[in-house]
């Protein structure tokens, strides 16, 4: 029986499951740090199952145990962003209340791909590989599918096309410094720069790296969650599932693109495996450039993690 936990009950742990719930593939684990919030979250989600149909079990509470036998644990615990803060301003508290999670994870489900979720999510996914000591395809954050959907909404509203139309991925850190590849680009087929001018692919870009900033503004209490419980659930569906999707994730980088021993949104096949391998595909020289910059930006974030958290230099895996 396919099994899934979720730590973290709150906007998108919540949408996550949900979503999962709904294509029936898994019986689900909610926990969170707060007494009630999860249980009484599982309780609605099991009842709102008598009216979509669904009829796997989900759980909730404050006990790691509830995880126990998981085939993945989606991590979503942690704080959201709020008006006027960047993702890597969570860094310090996020990476606090992630390593909490991770030992209780690892001596709880030691054979589960971890998903990481919470923001920075490559800083947050890279620390999840040193707590671990998982091997790297075992642990992957979430980031490329959410950032990529924005693009293609973002693109689809410009050309008035629907956005199954629309092929195209982003790349690089979960930031502001996140790289849309419109060389690989397609709408129904043609090349993105054959459809808008310079100007409009640059405003799309610029839409995109802050799209989750706009909702944030909006919102003024938290950050997206619809997306973003969507985007891991359909992670989540990739790899237990075998589908070996190519989707965008936060990966560790082994040589390939050029770059080793950093987490970094690149294309990945996703199956069971977790993320089975790291696919490369063309990059213009613009595009290996701004993701060389990308890559700059997610070191500086995890020079600053370690400085933080003196002890990270004990753990199994190390960055190299
Ligand atoms: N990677 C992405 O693309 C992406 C997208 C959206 C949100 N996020 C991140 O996901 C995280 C969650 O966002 P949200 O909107 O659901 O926030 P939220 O505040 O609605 O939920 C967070 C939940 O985590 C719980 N929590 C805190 N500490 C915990 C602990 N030690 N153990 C278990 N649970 C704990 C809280 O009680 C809360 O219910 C944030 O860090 C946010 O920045 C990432």
Known sequence: MAKISIIG???????CAYTLLKSNVADIALIDVVEGLAKGKSLDLMQAGAIEGYDKKITGGTDYKDAEGSDIVIITAGL??????????????????LKSVLTNITAIVPNAVILVVTNPADAMAQLAYMVTGYSPNRVLGMSGVLDSARYKYFIAQELGVPMASVDGMVIGAHGDSMLPVVSQTRVDGKPLAELLNRDKIDGIINKTKFGGAEIVSYLKT???????GAASARMANAILNDKKEILPCSVYAQGQYGLKGIYIGLPA???????????EVPLSPDETEALGRSVSSAKALLAELT??????????????
């Open 269 to 279: 096949r996703l199956g069971r495996g977790g993320a089975e391998e790291i696919v």
């Open 9 to 15: 009950a709150g906007n998108v742990g919540a949408t």
């Open 80 to 97: 959201a962003r709020q008006p006027g803060m960047s993702r890597s301003d969570l860094l310090g508290k996020n990476a606090g209340i």
């Open 307 to 320: 400085e933080l958290f003196a002890d990270l230099t004990n753990y199994k895996n190390l960055s190299q």
């Open 222 to 228: 938290g950050s997206a969650f619809y997306a973003p």
